[in-house]
């Protein structure tokens, strides 16, 4: 299984910007499709945005699309979520979450960063 620490969180104002990171290890990482998920104060875990093995492929929840994007350097096994024009409704816990390649689910996940957006 491959860990992950994930930083970049804050505090910021509504309309600003944060980029969060999460750094892998233990593991091949260019074998893992990442992913990041959100949860707020009393509400479920949100799926924020997720990105192909290679890349190439990008994928986001409604809420973020068009503010949001992710990005994976396979270089340096990291994946990162910038995110622009926030509101602050995106106030959460984010997590980073791995899916290996031929599974089917989120098998590992990082500790979470915390975002905070001010109106």
């Known amino acids: 299984q491959v860990q992950l620490v994930e930083s970049g969180g804050g505090l910021v104002q509504a309309g600003g910007s944060l980029r969060l990171s999460c750094a892998a290890s233990?593991?091949?990482?260019?074998?893992?499709?990442m992913a990041w998920f959100r949860q707020a104060p009393g509400k479920e875990r949100e799926f924020v945005a997720s990105?192909?093995?290679?890349?190439?492929?990008?994928s986001y929840g409604d809420s973020v699309q068009g503010r949001f994007t992710i990005s994976r350097d396979n270089a340096k096994n990291t994946v990162y979520l910038a995110m622009n024009s926030l509101k602050p409704e995106d106030t959460a816990v984010y997590y980073c979450?791995?899916?290996?390649?031929?599974?089917?689910?989120?098998?590992?996940w990082g500790q979470g960063t915390h975002v905070t957006v001010s109106s």
């Open positions: 233990g593991s091949t990482f260019s074998s893992y499709t």
């Open positions: 990105v192909s093995m290679s890349g190439s492929s990008t």
């Open positions: 979450a791995a899916s290996e390649l031929f599974t089917s689910t989120w098998g590992s």
